[in-house]
């Protein structure tokens, strides 16, 4: 199995950074996509970003240039620096990963998730 656990989550005031971290232990070999969704009250959860194992990113429309995903792959930990928060960002967040185990089976695991409010 494999478990993921966030971190950093909090109340923050509108035009201030957060930065969440995820860090994903267990049976794993290889991880080939880490990520951010969200979930606001009364609303479907949605992509927040993506990283993949070549590095490349995806980003909703919402968060761009306000949002950056970044990646330690030594650490399986996966990083969402954000700025400029606004009270819409207001969400449960939680980190995902995809990859294989050490018996070559895939997983697809998400973290319990993190509140992130934004507030004045």
């Known amino acids: 199995q494999v478990q993921l656990v966030e971190s950093g989550g909090g109340l923050v005031q509108p035009g201030g950074s957060l930065r969440l971290s995820c860090a994903a232990s267990?049976?794993?070999?290889?991880?080939?996509?880490m990520g951010w969704d969200r979930q606001a009250p009364g609303k479907q959860r949605e992509l927040v970003a993506a990283i993949f194992s070549g590095g490349s990113t995806n980003y909703a429309d919402s968060v761009k240039g306000r949002i950056t995903i970044s990646r330690d792959n030594a650490k399986n930990a996966v990083y969402l620096q954000m700025n400029s928060l606004k009270p819409e960002d207001t969400a449960v967040y939680y980190c995902n990963a995809e990859g294989a185990t050490y018996s070559i089976t895939e997983f697809q695991s998400w973290g319990q998730g993190t509140q992130v409010t934004v507030s004045s």
């Open positions: 267990g049976s794993i070999f290889s991880i080939n996509a």
